[in-house]
């Protein structure tokens, strides 16, 4: 399994933040220009779900900025994303209102593992026979 799983979230029960420890950044955003000190989240928005900006943003603000805040998946989140989102650094993902949480989760559950590393870890599963 992987070392971390995305937390799902309601549309409607999400809070939108509005702390100044809470940053929205814009998928056109170079995270790369953000001071991250004392931030706790940063919510990265789909505008639609064809547009996987922020997964670059995400992994980034993971892996080469060493950001350990919640990343947080906003805007066109569908169940077919979340796998994705979760590789490259995602912590939780605010579902569109059409997408069922449970059938979400159980992609979630689909694969236990992965060969390649991802966001969180560089080197992926090594199975021995």
């Known amino acids: 399994m992987s070392s971390r799983t ?3 979230l309601d549309a409607g029960s ?3 933040g509005g702390s100044e420890r809470v940053i929205t950044l814009a998928n056109d955003a170079d995270p790369r220009e953000l001071k991250l000190d004392g931030i706790e989240r940063i919510d990265l928005h789909f505008p639609k779900f064809t547009d996987g900006r922020a997964f670059s943003q995400a992994f980034l603000l993971r892996r080469r900025l060493g950001f350990t805040g919640e990343i947080r998946a906003t805007g066109d989140v569908l169940i077919d994303q979340l796998l994705q989102m979760q ?3 995602f912590d939780a993902a605010v579902l569109r209102s059409d997408q069922n949480p449970t059938l979400a989760q159980r992609q979630l559950e689909r694969y236990p593992a992965f060969y390649q590393g991802d966001a ?3 080197a992926g599963a090594v199975l021995i026979n």
């Open 120 to 122: 969180h870890k560089t």
């Open 14 to 16: 999400a809070d939108s």
């Open 87 to 89: 590789r490259c650094g």
């Open 6 to 8: 995305i937390k799902l």
